[in-house]
């Protein structure tokens, strides 16, 4: 029989090597408003006119809160060896500090307990996009530095509570788009559309990373401590000048902004000259605070991006694949992003802590057709493998995501999940992506 174009790929992936599946809070849990929870900036967010695509919330989302346990089997039934999710901060402290939810906590406790009787590694994320508004209405939210000490006081409670279990902490998940998608662009919350403000939330968001791991640290936790970040190789649409410079720039701007100051100690001097007035404030102290040596990093990968100098920002190259948000499907993109990593940063342990991609699924009588899907996902696998060989440190890999979720701007109507959601019933099905997975990781070991 000839080969799949998209088999596994025949090299065997190092012992341990971890592989999981993701989600976060919002996106999930729903329980918007019970057992003490306080409202984020993301239910605040949804309720304005016009801002999600489909007019959805997340109160409700997959449900997760009340379907723990099912999900926890889910997971068990998958063979996963991890699970990385998020901690919604407002369940935790209501208010955004002060006041600790001890509901809050113990759903975390219950969900963590969960996962290690079935034997899956506990992969925790501080913060995946729903700050508490109270943090908001008083003084601008990642604007002001405030946030930045608050996030460190926050991470202090959650490492005290849960950091004697937690296999891995990310403080940040996904910086970049907090700052850009929501301070400058404003097509997330909390809606600012605003560059300076922007620079200033990233530097602000980073600052609190690296707070976040001293008091993760002084909490006595022995878990791995790092970050997650979005990372797209950069491309030049032509091979003109203007669009090398312009793809140097956004490289600058999505990857290099972050990168630099977490593993050089400073913002990349190309950057800062071009945001001139935009540039954001920094203290004394700031960078060697960001710069805090940390154990891993997380790396989100789902397309590349082309850069030209003509038009503003384009995600795909004319003519290519890609999935139902328009993202180009390229998995060479993430073996060049590790070997970069490597050659560039010489970064701590690397793990894949998001890929996936949305797709329209066939859905009939109790089966979920997903083909695009797992080959997205098959592909993906090969080009990490393709990485290490070529020798970068990548210690895991989590799909993202393990359901059907509330795909933020975009609402319902983009489904990442390997298991489709049925939002009306709240029904899980595992998708053809799903019975992959499970064979793959039997096939591979599971860490
Ligand atoms: C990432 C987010 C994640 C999900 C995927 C599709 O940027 O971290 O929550 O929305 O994109």
């Known amino acids: 029989m000839p080969p799949e174009p998209s088999a596994p790929p025949p090299r065997p992936f190092p012992a341990g090597f971890v592989w999981g599946a993701a989600t976060s809070a919002f996106q999930v849990e729903g329980a918007a408003a019970q057992d003490g929870k306080g409202p984020s900036i993301w ?28 999900d926890l089997d889910l997971l068990a039934w998958l063979g996963v060896g991890a699970y990385r999710f998020s901690i919604a901060w407002p369940r935790v402290q209501p208010a955004g500090s002060g006041a600790v939810n001890e509901p809050g906590l113990a759903f ?34 990642w604007r002001s530095r405030e946030t930045a000490h608050r996030f460190a006081d926050y991470a202090a409670i959650v490492g005290r509570r849960l950091g004697d279990r937690v296999a891995s ?22 809606g600012i559309a605003d560059r300076a ?10 600052l609190g990373h690296g707070l976040a791991v001293d008091a993760l640290r002084a909490a006595g936790t022995a878990a791995p401590v ?46 800062l000259a071009h945001l001139g007035p935009d540039a954001p404030a920094i203290r004394d102290g700031d960078l060697q605070a960001i710069g805090r040596p940390i154990d891993f990093l997380g790396v989100n990968y789902y397309m590349r991006t082309v850069a030209s100098a003509g038009e503003p920002w384009s995600p795909a190259q ?45 859905a009939a009588a109790g089966a979920v057709e997903d083909e695009d899907r797992r080959r997205y996902l098959a592909d993906h696998v090969a080009a990490v493998a393709e990485a290490i060989a070529r020798g970068v440190d990548v210690r895991g890999y989590f799909v993202w995501s393990l359901l059907d979720n509330f795909e933020w701007a975009s609402g ?33 070991g599971r860490a």
């Open 197 to 206: 403000t922007a620079m200033q939330v990233s530097h602000h968001l980073l």
């Open 412 to 444: 319902y109507e983009k489904r990442f999940g390997i298991v489709r959601v049925d939002f009306a019933t709240g029904e899980r099905t595992p998708k053809r992506s799903a019975h992959w997975y499970r064979q793959f990781i039997a096939a591979n």
């Open 108 to 141: 975390y406790d219950r969900l963590v307990d969960g996962l290690l009787a079935r034997g899956i590694r506990p992969f925790a994320t501080l913060y995946h996009w729903d700050l508490p508004l109270a943090l908001q209405e008083r003084h601008g939210g």
């Open 318 to 362: 004319a003519g290519a694949a890609v999935t139902d948000m328009g993202w180009e499907v390229y998995p060479a993109g993430l073996t060049e992003l590790l070997e970069r990593l490597h050659r560039d940063y010489a970064p701590p342990p690397l793990y894949i802590t998001e890929n996936g991609a949305a797709f329209k699924d066939l």
């Open 226 to 271: 790092g970050i997650v970040l979005n990372l797209s190789p950069a491309h030049a649409r032509t091979t003109s000048a203007e669009d090398a410079a312009k793809a140097r720039l956004e490289d600058g701007l999505g990857a290099r902004w972050y990168l630099d100051p977490l593993f050089k100690g400073r913002y990349p001097a190309d950057v």
């Open 43 to 70: 239910d605040a967010f949804c309720r304005e006119a016009g801002r999600i695509a489909d007019g959805s919330s997340g109160e409700v989302a997959c449900d997760h809160y009340h379907r723990l346990e099912e």
């Open 169 to 190: 902490f990310a403080t940040l998940n996904e910086p970049w788009v907090v700052a850009v998608l929501g301070h400058e662009r404003g097509v997330f919350a909390p």
